[in-house]
T-cell receptor
Framework: DVKVTQSSRYLVKRTGEKVFLECVQD?????MFWYRQDPGLGLRLIYF???????EKGDIPEGYSVSREKKERFSLILESASTNQTSMYLC???????????FGPGTRLLVL | AQKVTQAQTEISVVEKEDVTLDCVYE???????LFWYKQPPSGELVFLIR??????QNEISGRYSWNFQKSTSSFNFTITASQVVDSAVYFC???????????FGGGTRVLVKP
C-alpha cells in the first residue's frame, strides 16, 4: 500500500509566522504535489516536484515555496503566514509510470 | 484551459437509496484521463477509479458504477444501495495525458442517513 504521511493533522499559527508543512511518502515516487482545499473550490495545485531539487509552480503558488532535498520528502513553506492561507493542505505523490496520485491525510491550518 | 464542474454541492439520501453524482468536464485535449476520489471525514482522498478518454466502457465495482459519455463530456458516478459509510465528499478530476496537473471539481458532499 502507498503511504503518504503529513507531519501534522492540525496547526494553529499567527499572522507573520513562518510555517513548514512536511510530507513523506514511502513508495519511492518521483512526483510529489501540494494542494490546498477550500469549500466549493475543490483542490488547487500550489506546487509540484518531479525530482529531487526540482519544482514547478502550480495554479496558486503566491505566498508559498517548497523544498525537496530528498526523494521521499516534500516540504511546503509559508514564508509569512496570512489569514487567507487558512485552509486544508493536502500532499500527494505518484510514480512517473502511473497517472494516479495518492494522497496524505491532510493538514488543517488555521492562521490567526 | 481545463475545467471540471460538479453542479451538486450536497446530496442527502436515506440508506439503501441510489445516488448519482454528476461530473462535467471541459478540455481541448484528445487524450486525457478522468478520476473519482472519495474524501471521508478523516480527510484523506481515496482513489476510486481512473478512465482514459479512449475507453468509454462503463464500469462497475461492487456498489459503485461509472458512466463515461464523451459526447456530453460527462463522467457520472452512481452508488447503488447507499450505506452510511458512503458519507463523504466525492471529487471528480481531469488529467492531461502528459504532465502532472490534475484539475479538480468543487466536490459533492454525500450524506447517507440511516
Amino acid at each position: 500500500d502507498v503511504k503518504v504521511t503529513q507531519s501534522s493533522r492540525y496547526l494553529v499559527k499567527r499572522t507573520g509566522e513562518k510555517v513548514f508543512l512536511e510530507c513523506v511518502q514511502d513508495m519511492d515516487h518521483e512526483n510529489m504535489f501540494w494542494y490546498r482545499q477550500d469549500p466549493g473550490l475543490g483542490l488547487r495545485l500550489i506546487y509540484f516536484s518531479y525530482d529531487v531539487k526540482m519544482k514547478e509552480k502550480g495554479d496558486i503558488p503566491e505566498g508559498y515555496s517548497v523544498s525537496r532535498e530528498k526523494k521521499e520528502r516534500f516540504s511546503l513553506i509559508l514564508e509569512s503566514a496570512s489569514t487567507n492561507q487558512t485552509s486544508m493542505y493536502l500532499c500527494a505523490s505518484r510514480p512517473t509510470r502511473l497517472l494516479t496520485q495518492y494522497f496524505g491525510p491532510g493538514t488543517r491550518l488555521l492562521v490567526l | 484551459a481545463q475545467k471540471v464542474t460538479q453542479a451538486q454541492t450536497e446530496i442527502s439520501v436515506v440508506e439503501k437509496e441510489d445516488v448519482t453524482l454528476d461530473c462535467v468536464y471541459e478540455t481541448r485535449d484528445t487524450t486525457y484521463y478522468l478520476f473519482w476520489y472519495k474524501q471521508p471525514p478523516s480527510g484523506e482522498l481515496v482513489f476510486l477509479i481512473r478512465r482514459n478518454s479512449f475507453d468509454e466502457q462503463n464500469e462497475i465495482s461492487g456498489r459503485y458504477s461509472w458512466n463515461f459519455q464523451k459526447s456530453t463530456s460527462s463522467f457520472n458516478f452512481t452508488i447503488t444501495a447507499s450505506q452510511v459509510v458512503d458519507s463523504a465528499v466525492y471529487f471528480c478530476a481531469l488529467g492531461k495525458a502528459a504532465g502532472n496537473k490534475l484539475t479538480f471539481g468543487g466536490g459533492t458532499r454525500v450524506l447517507v442517513k440511516p
